[in-house]
């Protein structure tokens, strides 16, 4: 019970910290404007065929034409509806970018507690190993094994972004576990004879997860960054439609210079998604680290 | 340790992971569905050719001895041979290198000038209009989707206005016609702003954000209230004893920040025709080129690692702190 008000408490006190920050608002009112996009995507099927995102084809356009009553945004070259696939490629945004960032927070928390926790050769390999995967290039890695093994499906594409990309949170949260490591509490629950597991789990990763999650803001946008690259390229799930994908189809089909209405939208969305994940992630960085704040404000 | 003993072992960490990767990539080549023997050997090759081939590199022996000569092949500079373009993989890549290098060591060195001296100015006056214009705008900047961003400047600045070509490297006309050395020169430069002008915009605002914020902790070091009772300019203090130290940062993440570059830079070598490495690996991989994809793949990750080392050393240069 005192746990729970205590938790309130300092959850209200964060919340207040947060939405005084001009970026961390602005941040939240676009992540809802995109949220409640990717939400009215799943009413598109029962409005009609003809707005079906990859199969809907307008009988009477069948090429791309400008905004219009029909088509708030236009028409691809085919005559699909370019707003119905705005939203679609909202929806896939969101899933990419939170499913592969919290996969690789999963990795990176363990391995970064792990790692600080046990020290010595362990915590070595296992930084070295961080070091290695993080100097790797996702995007040039994705391709080759697109190359290799053909179209990948939109999960394997979200498992290997988040497998290239967790070492910079276990860098992260390895040095927070070793300055953890150093408190009485640790000490005390060693003392009373809790196991190396119990203590890395009940103890210590109470502790990293706000800082976890933090950089699972991070970690959504290059998440989205590296799979609407790839769809751009040609290499996406071609079952889903995304917001890469449809600039692919924009250049490829040679519109790039004739549908500015085409062009424009999927560009902006992804580029305005990253920087509202962006934006909250830096908001939450001032409330987790007071330094940050600005003086004169209790810390 | 001295600084010799501190270059070999960075030295030695490199090429261990660049073994790594040269292994891993060997399996993966094997393990990907499909015969290994269509993947290095052009399908159009005459079956004595082809023959002629598969015994050099060794593919129809046990793995083992394959990757021993896979090794070996490659430390020899034998990369098999490109299917579309009939020559010595090597050959193809190494001819792509300069475009690549020229493009991106300038852009990287420009945006990082910059950076660091608009996030000196951004941190100096904090909280002024001039400070929040800044940093909105590197935020947008590095939030930038490199493709679109790119296909924007294009669109705009070599379709709609018309002050750059829309692609390429060269004018070939210029070239045929036996121009002087100077007037191809500034072709090449004038096909180079567009995208070099597109990499430094996606690039800058990720410096100038790392160079305020350490700048701001340089700040408030005992040094610069020592300075300041000193009696120093507001120049020197800002120039000498903060933005020297607050830089270093910011050159550990030129580093950190290759694996994004690159993959920025593979990006637009694409939209704007660039005959560089990234556009090869893209084309190879969309033409199912095997050997090309393999070659490029690997001469990526070589420049990637190199120029990590490149940094590492320039830290501990540029910081007497560092004992190596």
């Known amino acids: 019970m005192s746990y729970n008000s205590g938790f309130t408490q300092r959850f209200s006190t964060s919340w207040k910290i947060f939405i005084k920050n001009p970026l961390g608002k602005a941040g939240l009112a676009l992540l809802m404007l995109f949220a409640f996009m990717a939400l009215a995507s799943f009413a598109l099927p029962f409005i009609g065929d003809m707005y079906d995102p990859m199969t809907g084809v307008d009988p009477l356009v069948l090429h791309s034409v400008g905004p219009s009553a029909v088509h708030w945004l236009g028409t691809d070259f085919i005559g699909r509806d370019i707003f119905c696939q705005l939203l679609e490629g909202s929806k896939i945004a969101f899933i990419v970018g939170l499913a592969s960032a919290f996969i690789s927070i999963v990795i990176g928390t363990v391995v970064g507690m792990v790692s600080g926790y046990a020290g010595g050769i362990v915590d070595m390999l296992l930084m070295r190993l961080a070091d290695m995967v993080m100097v790797l290039p996702s995007l040039v890695i994705l391709l080759i094994i697109a190359a290799l093994f053909g179209q990948l499906n939109i999960w394997m594409i979200v498992f290997l972004i988040a497998i290239l990309r967790w070492p910079a949170v276990a860098r992260v949260i390895r040095s927070q576990t070793l300055s953890l490591k150093q408190r009485p509490f640790i000490e005390a629950s060693r003392v009373a004879g809790a196991s190396n597991v119990r203590i890395i789990f009940k103890h210590i990763m109470p502790n990293v997860l706000p800082l976890a999650f933090l950089y699972m803001t991070f970690r959504v946008t290059s998440a989205i960054l590296v799979e609407a690259s790839l769809s751009f390229l040609g290499f996406g799930d071609p079952g889903q439609i995304s917001w890469g994908m449809m600039l692919q189809w924009v250049w490829s089909s040679g519109h790039m210079f004739q549908a500015p209405y085409w062009l424009l939208p999927p560009g902006i969305c992804i580029s305005l998604l990253t920087l509202s994940f962006y934006m909250v992630g830096r908001a939450m960085d001032e409330v987790l680290d007071p330094r940050l704040r600005k003086e004169g404000k209790p810390s | ?324």
């Open chain 2, 1 to 324: 340790m001295n600084r010799s003993l501190f270059l070999f072992k960075k030295t030695l960490e490199l090429f261990i992971l660049f073994f790594l990767i040269l292994t891993v990539l060997f399996f993966l080549f094997r393990l990907a569905p499909g015969d290994p023997v269509t993947r290095m050997v052009d399908p159009m090759l005459t079956p004595e050719d082809a023959a002629h081939l598969i015994e050099q590199m060794g593919l129809d022996k046990p793995l083992t001895t394959q990757y021993m000569i896979y090794v070996k092949n490659f430390f020899t500079g034998n990369l098999g041979f490109s299917f579309h373009y009939g020559e010595p993989v090597a050959r193809v890549i190494l001819s792509r290198l300069p475009c690549t290098l020229l493009l991106f060591t300038t852009s990287t060195l420009l945006a990082a000038l910059a950076g660091i001296f608009l996030g000196k100015l951004s941190a100096w006056h904090k909280g002024s209009r001039l400070d929040g214009v800044l940093s909105i705008s590197a935020l947008v900047c590095h939030t930038l989707f490199v493709p679109w961003f790119a296909l924007m400047m294009l669109w705009v600045l070599g379709f709609q206005v018309g002050w750059f070509p829309l692609g390429g490297i060269i004018s070939p006309e210029l070239w045929i016609a036996d121009s002087s050395f100077m007037i191809k020169t500034l072709d090449v430069l004038h096909h180079m702003l567009l995208p070099l002008l597109t990499l430094f915009i996606i690039h800058v605002g990720s410096y100038l954000l790392l160079m305020r914020s350490s700048m701001l902790s340089v700040l408030k070091e005992d040094y610069i209230l020592t300075a300041r009772a000193k009696g120093l300019t507001d120049r020197v203090i800002r120039n000498g004893h903060a933005a020297k130290n607050a830089s270093l940062p910011v050159v550990t993440s030129v580093g950190l920040s290759l694996a994004f570059s690159i993959n920025g830079g593979a990006l637009t070598e694409q939209i704007f025709t660039w005959p560089g490495i990234g556009r090869e690996l893209i084309f190879a991989v969309s033409n199912n080129d095997y050997p090309l994809a393999q070659g490029c793949f690997l001469l990526i990750a070589a420049v990637v690692l190199s120029a990590n080392l490149i940094v590492d050393l320039l830290y501990a240069w540029l910081d007497p702190r560092i004992h190596y």
